[in-house]
């Protein structure tokens, strides 16, 4: 491992996000400000410690080549759908849905960790399916999302249950799935859509899901408001006298609408930083999928990746009234212990696919003649490395 | 596996990244908020709703709601100026107390909001509230809320809110059926039990918790700020229903609040409102009451007296007997409705609810005298149930010697008690006419208590009518069955409506509207709405004889109604002495009828309580209404 070889500027871009993150609880906990009372700073100080072990966590998950997780992908998918159903039958209902598990100070949601076994799960099946080209083949990677996406639809999350199949697509496509049998499947999910709108949702669910789609005083309260509080910061942010009642009152403000914070209080300027650093990690992350000969590795940054890509456009897209509430966190910058560290193990595993672009051995890649073997040497007991096929 | 796609997917990314940057391009540097809305102060607040109106049957408004100016205060900025509180006192004419007394709650609440929340958090939230509008008072005059307004640098920190006053033009007149409303702060005690230990939730809690002030606020504010906008006492001046068809039509009449964002400038106390949830407008209650007979009515109760000269507390009753829709029900006990309505008027309330004499508060209709005694109308149960049971002919006589059984004292003839006098040979009807004790005595020998029980049962004593009118009492219908110590003069005394039969005037009603519309059982109704009558199964003859003593009750040359006006407008009907109390020879008087006697249009009940013979009375009582009642009967 050659640490010239990590993607700096992917690692940088989310560091810093994180680091609005903080800024942005650090203003609601301001005591000038009285529009969020619940938030002090002790959540500053909790999100800290989350951020700090996040990365600490992260950076030692660079040590270790990523293949290991190919050799615990089924265990991690089991283990999370295993989670998720338990959730369901005994799980305690948080806010009207049972999608977080209790464990002292902290509680743990299984769906975050279920989008990155997922991932793994996927990759793992597609790089080495022997082909793509048939249903048949085409039917292991649709349940492998569609389980998941059945167990948070329950829960009821919809938000996270929606962002599964996109993710599912995108990956066929990266593995080499025939374009026509993608456009089928986007067809049948297209059609889909109403009848489980129909259904499958309640109607409060449905409210929010259209909700967005009225004219601009049809929105949400929670919506008016963040868009408000966006159109406040005007350019360059405001700045308020001392002892002005700070302004707009949001509910979930440190975590769903977070962004409104930041476009609050920094304006233009800084709600465009946000989306130039998700920019750069998107294109980072990109370049690492299209350098690496592996195609597991390669999988896995596209999943990866797009997992967080939704979620950031979902989240943003709410915040500034273009997009339903779905509860969705904004990656890296959101309150939250859970979504921090996933977002983390996301980015070491991204990373780490980026320090070990060598080419490994899949017989697809072979057979297509992408991977050049010429002048490498593999290291003592690389095979070995490699894991159990 | 192509490498080239991976490029799409990136791209794919980048492309939505592109839009919200438009996005916020145009939220935030090409429509930016205006520096003005960012001065603003904040809060959530109520948008009132109508109640709805309580008519008459012909459109009268018995109650409506009118608006009114509240005051609410921002404590940090009101107590920024010292003087601004001499101002408000000077102009409100309020005493200093007062205002005192309503900061001081303020501050309470304040201090009731902070202690829900962790330490760590109640600066802040000190902080907040201070800058948040209270209510402060409520129904302030148009020139106080004229001058607030247009002198916001004068009163800072002031803000007058709409409000709702609910008005019920005609006091007395009907009390019983509109009812009245209580201020939801008034619901906030915890139930207990005997001992006085908190066995739930109050009222309003448990209101709160259904959403009854809150409706359609969860999905956009969430339930932590319906739980403030409640400690910030904004449902407080909320009218909760507390009796009569304000109570029973609740889920039509009331409103459901709106939701709005009050943003002030604390420099000018220039406000502005936001719509967030727009409130909904209650709907009318149509009534079956005929308001114009029931104040003629009211007037004719006004100089009830009893035998004794004195003046007494009396009601009556009248409705249609087809339907058993409520013409009218008025007492002269009655209370005014609008001394409930902030500002309460006290003096009244005290008096209301101190005066046991005339108990104004209770809805004897529903619930009964004191006493709930009836007497000898009762036997109109007695005769139906000896007829169907086949007991007694209609023509078969007994013989009234004024007194039936020597060893029992208790089984006289009134006329023996009074006069010392006899019946002599007496059929079913000339019992009824002449109101006979020996008769029914006779009737007691000849069929078990337990017939007697059934039919009384189906003409509805012992057991609610189900009118639409709150906490109504079943009254008690005794037998065997409830009386541990039960003797053979107890039977003889039930079967002339004496002994413990107690009975509501609602009670009584039902039954006589079932004896004029020919058998069928009504439920006794003020409210729009389906109450269907159900037939009893009574023989014609029975019904047939049953009339026929009751006409002449009225008509014949030894009836009990003879001597009063009743004849004048074809009444029939029954009347009674409801002995109450023994040994001062205290009794209530009753009449219960109906009119015209062969197809009746109007079934009434008048009870004068404590006012002696009910023939003496009741039923010249009756007589006024009854004439009343026709001459407004379209021909």
Redesign the interface.
């Known amino acids: 491992m050659k640490l010239s070889r990590l993607d700096w500027p992917l690692l940088a871009a989310a560091l810093t996000l994180s680091g609005f993150g903080l800024f942005s609880l650090m203003s609601l906990a301001s005591p000038g400000n009285l529009s969020s009372v619940s938030i002090t700073n002790a959540h500053v100080i909790k999100q800290a410690i989350f951020f700090a072990a996040s990365v600490g966590l992260a950076i030692l998950l660079l040590l270790p080549g990523y293949q290991v997780t190919r050799r615990f992908a089924y265990l991690a998918y089991g283990a999370c759908a295993v989670a998720l159903i338990g959730l369901l039958l005994f799980g305690p209902y948080t806010r009207g849905a049972r999608g977080w598990i209790p464990l002292g100070p902290i509680s743990l949601q299984p769906a975050e960790f279920m989008k990155l076994a997922c991932v793994f799960a996927l990759a793992r099946w597609l790089s080495f399916a022997k082909d793509l080209d048939s249903w048949r083949s085409l039917a292991i990677p649709l349940a492998l999302a569609a389980v998941p996406t059945a167990l948070v639809f329950v829960q009821p999350d919809l938000g996270n249950a929606m962002l599964f199949f996109p993710v599912l697509l995108a990956m066929l496509f990266v593995g080499g799935a025939p374009r026509k049998k993608l456009a089928a499947l986007v067809i049948v999910a297209v059609v889909a859509v109403p009848f489980v709108y129909m259904y499958g949702m309640k109607p409060y669910q449905r409210d929010r899901l259209t909700g967005f789609l009225k004219t601009e005083k049809d929105l949400s309260y929670q919506q008016l408001q963040s868009v408000a509080a966006v159109r406040s910061g005007a350019f360059s942010g405001r700045d308020l006298p001392e002892g002005f009642n700070h302004s707009f009152h949001i509910p979930d403000r440190h975590t769903d609408f977070v962004y409104s914070i930041v476009a609050e209080e920094l304006g233009f300027l800084g709600s465009s930083a946000v989306l130039v650093l998700f920019g750069i990690f998107f294109l980072q992350a990109g370049r690492i999928a299209h350098r690496t000969v592996d195609p597991y590795g390669r999988l896995v940054v596209i999943g990866l990746t797009l997992f967080c890509g939704l979620q950031v456009f979902i989240n943003v897209g709410m915040n500034i009234g273009v997009a339903p509430i779905t509860g969705l966190t904004l990656p890296f910058v959101s309150y939250g212990g859970s979504s921090l560290l996933t977002c983390f193990l996301s980015l070491a595993a991204i990373l780490n696919v980026g320090l070990r672009w060598v080419p490994t051995f899949s017989g697809r890649d072979m057979d297509r003649g992408h991977v050049s073997i010429r002048g490498f040497k593999p290291p003592p007991f690389y095979w070995f490395r490699l894991g159990a096929r | 596996?192509?490498?080239s796609?991976?490029?799409?997917?990136?791209s794919l990314?980048?492309l939505?990244?592109g839009g919200?940057?438009a996005?916020?391009?145009w939220?935030?540097?090409l429509?930016?908020?205006g520096a003005a809305?960012?001065?603003?102060?904040?809060?959530?607040d109520l948008a009132p709703a109508l109640r709805g109106r309580i008519l008459d049957r012909q459109g009268k408004v018995l109650a409506f709601d009118d608006w009114s100016f509240d005051l609410h205060v921002v404590v940090d900025e009101f107590e920024k100026r010292p003087a601004a509180r001499e101002d408000l006192l000077a102009l409100t004419g309020r005493p200093a107390a007062e205002l005192d007394a309503a900061l001081e709650e303020i501050y309470k609440r304040v201090e009731k909001l902070m202690g829900l929340?962790p330490e760590?958090?109640r600066?802040?939230?000190y902080?907040?509230e201070r800058?948040?509008p209270y209510p402060l008072f409520k129904g302030i005059s148009k020139e106080s809320a004229y001058a607030i307004e247009t002198r916001g640098e004068k009163f800072p920190g002031l803000v007058v809110r709409e409000g709702l006053r609910r008005i019920y033009p005609y006091r007395e007149i009907g009390a019983h059926v509109v009812g009245y409303l209580g201020r939801a702060s008034g619901a906030k005690e915890p139930q207990r039990d005997r001992a006085g230990n908190p066995t739930g939730p109050s009222r309003f809690d448990k209101l709160l918790a259904e959403g009854y002030f809150s409706e359609g606020f969860d999905?956009?504010?969430?339930e932590?700020?319906v739980k403030l906008l409640a400690g910030r006492g904004l449902f407080d001046g909320i009218m909760l229903p507390l009796d009569g068809v304000e109570r029973t039509y609740d889920d039509k009449l009331r409103g459901h609040p709106g939701l709005l964002i009050l943003e002030r400038d604390p420099a000018t106390g220039k406000k502005t409102w936001?719509p967030?949830v727009a409130p909904r407008q209650g709907e009318d209650v149509t009534l079956s009451i005929d308001i114009e007979l029931q104040k003629d009515i009211a007037s004719i109760l006004g100089d009830a007296r009893g035998e004794d000269g004195l003046t007494k507390v009396a009601l009556a009753m009248v409705a249609d007997p087809a339907t058993g829709a409520i013409l009218a029900m008025q007492s002269n006990a009655s209370y005014d409705p609008n001394a409930f309505i902030p500002p309460t008027r006290t003096a009244d309330l005290e008096r209301y609810r101190t005066d046991a004499a005339t108990a104004a508060l209770r809805n004897r209709f529903v619930q009964g005298s004191k006493h709930g005694v009836l007497g000898s109308i009762f036997k109109i149960a007695t005769s139906a149930a000896a007829l169907e049971e086949g007991r007694v002919k209609p023509r078969d006589t007994f013989v009234c010697n004024g007194r039936y059984r020597p060893d029992l004292p208790g089984t006289n003839c009134w006329i023996w008690n009074k006069h010392g006098g006899m019946h002599g040979d007496v059929n079913l009807a000339d019992a009824l006419e002449q109101s006979c004790n020996c008769y029914f005595y006779s009737l007691g020998d000849r069929m078990p208590l337990g017939e007697l029980s059934t039919w009384a049962g189906k003409l509805g004593f012992g057991a609610k009518t189900g009118i639409d009118l709150p906490f109504e009492f079943p009254g008690g219908l005794p037998s065997p069955a409830t009386h541990a110590r039960w003797r053979n003069g107890d039977s003889y005394s039930l079967f002339i409506g004496q002994h413990e039969l107690t009975v509501t005037p609602v009670q009584v009603l039902k039954m006589i509207c079932a004896v004029a519309n020919g058998g069928n059982a009504v439920t006794p109704h003020v409210g729009p709405g389906e109450f269907p009558a159900t037939s009893l199964g009574l023989r014609p003859a029975t019904l047939a004889t049953i009339r026929e003593g009751l006409k002449a009750v009225v008509h014949g040359d030894r009836g009990t109604a003879r001597q009063t006006e009743l004849h004048a407008v074809d009444a029939a009907g029954k009347t009674g002495s409801a002995t109450f109390n023994v040994r001062d020879h205290k009794s209530h008087a009753w009449f219960a009828g109906y009119a015209p006697a062969d197809q009746a249009k109007f079934a009434i009940v008048v009870l004068v309580e404590d006012g002696g013979s009910g023939g003496h009375t009741a039923a010249p009582v009756a007589a006024r209404i009854a004439a009343r009642a026709m001459s407004s009967e379209p021909k």
């Open positions: 596996m192509e490498r796609r991976v490029l799409v997917v990136a990314l980048l939505p990244l919200l940057e996005r916020i391009l939220l935030q540097v429509r930016p908020g809305g960012d001065l603003m102060n904040r809060s959530l929340r760590r958090e600066p802040k939230i902080a907040r800058k948040t999905e956009m504010v969430g932590e700020e936001a967030i």
